[in-house]
């Protein structure tokens, strides 16, 4: 058996070889360099390039429980309510968005993360990061995934994004307090007991 020590020396030092040569890095090699990060690391890969996540503040942790809460009532037998775990979009990018609604899988998603195809919806909650998730958004939309929401909470705003495409989203609404927010699985419907805005950005 190989000395487990060996390998993650070995790994590090490729890495760092790699590192220095800008080596754009695919979702394969990223997860294998998963044993070298700290256990409380919050990265993501975006096109090969590994970055950072900002650190979580509680009030954007209160608006991911608002919604995960939300979504888990609403439509636990209908979908997977998946909360900042892996979503691989491409080859090169696997991302965490805040919350994501997952078509359900037999498997349930035991043989590899979702794809482009299984998203029904990622939200991402901006303190501190609006102008990182619009483009964020962008990436989303070129890979297939067929809505987005940011919820900007500053201006205590939901943006509300459909129809992807190569350059983006090519129908987006912006949500103020006080309005009906549409279904994200029938986008055509408002029903009786969907979200209000209202109740979304309470204090």
């Avoid at 790994?11 to 890095?25: G, K, S």
């Avoid at 992807?164 to 549409?182: C, F, K, L, M, W």
Wanted: hydrophobic share 35%; aromatic share 8%; with cysteine.
């Amino acid at each position: 058996m190989e000395d487990s020590g060996f390998d993650s020396c070995y790994i590090i030092i490729v890495v760092a070889q790699l590192l220095q040569t800008h080596h754009r890095f695919s979702v394969q090699e990223y997860e294998l360099m998963g044993e070298i990060f700290d256990d409380n690391a919050r990265v993501e890969l975006i096109e090969g390039e590994i970055v950072d996540m900002v650190p979580i503040g509680p009030r954007h942790q209160k608006y991911v429980d608002r919604l995960t809460c939300f979504f888990v009532t609403r439509w636990q037998n209908d979908v997977v309510v998946r909360v900042q775990g892996p979503i691989q979009l491409n080859d090169y990018s696997e991302v965490q968005p805040d919350i994501a609604l997952l078509r359900k899988r037999p498997d349930e998603y035991e043989n590899g993360h979702p794809g482009p195809s299984d998203t029904l919806l990622v939200v991402e909650i901006s303190d501190t990061t609006l102008a990182r998730d619009i483009e964020k958004a962008k990436l989303y939309a070129q890979n297939g995934v067929s809505q987005c929401w940011i919820i900007d909470v500053n201006k205590r705003e939901l943006i509300i994004m459909g129809s992807p495409g190569p350059d983006g989203y090519t129908v987006q609404h912006t949500v103020s307090a006080n309005e009906r927010i549409a279904d994200p699985l029938e986008p055509d419907k408002y029903p009786e007991e969907y979200l209000e805005s209202s109740v979304l950005f309470r204090s």
